[in-house]
């Protein structure tokens, strides 16, 4: 084990930075980079180099979980990867719509990286993982997702941790397919069932129609914690975490700015940061 202490800074992305000042440790053929807050098993590393050898794959992710640190807006969060971002990632994949590069987990071979520029090409990019993982498929390789789970740590304590959170994760998927995004807007049947009603006044089939689109997120979301044997503990939490995520998908299309542990950054069209007092707006905590 090496632990490299290096405060220079490449771009915006300090998690780019930070691999980049260690990119230069590198000795071995296989990379792997692993968020902070994961939780893995202990053959974490061998499934993953496992993957890695299979032919024409270029780059390993895993799919993850939440794990919630006690807090209601800790449940809340988890429940949001769970049961909105885990559904809509199998369906992709399903279908052939999607090959993510998902930032909790990316390995890599050593000449991989080398061939896509290093850490270096993503110095600036808010969506750094999809940016490495379409880089890898532009080589003519394939991404390989293993069939576990690893577990995302939500430390979330209060709304606005929340609201920051998700704000940057839904501004970062708008970022990177627009179109998809927007047509997403259809999966938050409840809150439309809700503001149909709103609207339209809450008379016996304005309630149905409510009813109705309950009934079917909380028979997804079961049908999700079966699959993947997930706890079912939070599912009375599912109205108020179905209104919050509509809340978040809506407040997304109002600005280009994300917050990033305690950093404020403005976004451009391709999806490039840019700290926000050096963008000349305003003040912001750098």
């Avoid at 890599?108 to 990286?113: D, N, V």
Wanted: aromatic content about 10%.
């Amino acid at each position: 084990m090496r632990l490299v202490i290096d405060d220079r800074q490449h771009g915006a992305n300090r998690k780019i930075s930070s691999l980049i000042n260690m990119s230069r440790f590198i000795e071995n053929d296989v990379v792997v980079l692993a968020d902070s807050d994961v939780r893995v098993e202990t053959d974490y590393l061998k499934r993953l180099c496992g993957a890695l050898e299979r032919p024409n794959v270029g780059l390993v992710t895993c799919l993850y979980r939440g794990g919630d640190t006690g807090t209601l807006w800790s449940k809340l969060v988890c429940m949001g990867i769970e049961f909105h971002f885990l559904p809509s990632v199998v369906v992709g994949l399903a279908l052939g719509l999607a090959s993510p590069s998902l930032g909790p987990t990316i390995a890599l071979r050593r000449e991989t990286l080398s061939a896509i520029g290093g850490f270096e090409s993503f110095a600036d990019r808010l969506a750094d993982d999809y940016a490495i993982g379409a880089a890898v498929t532009k080589l003519g390789l394939r991404i390989e997702i293993p069939t576990f789970l690893i577990t995302h740590y939500c430390p979330e304590k209060s709304f606005r941790d929340l609201f920051r959170h998700e704000l940057r994760w839904a501004r970062t998927v708008f970022g990177i397919d627009p179109i998809g995004f927007v047509g997403a807007g259809v999966t938050h049947a409840f809150p439309l069932a809700v503001l149909a009603a709103l609207l339209g006044g809450f008379d016996f089939w304005a309630c149905a129609l409510i009813a109705f689109a309950l009934a079917c997120r909380l028979w997804l979301q079961a049908g999700v914690a079966r699959a993947l044997d997930l706890p079912t503990a939070s599912l009375p939490l599912a109205p108020l975490r179905d209104m919050i995520s509509f809340f978040v998908y809506v407040a997304s299309f109002f600005g280009a700015r994300v917050d990033w542990r305690g950093r404020s950054y403005d976004i451009d069209r391709k999806g490039n940061m840019t700290p926000y007092a050096a963008s000349g707006k305003g003040k912001s905590a750098l």
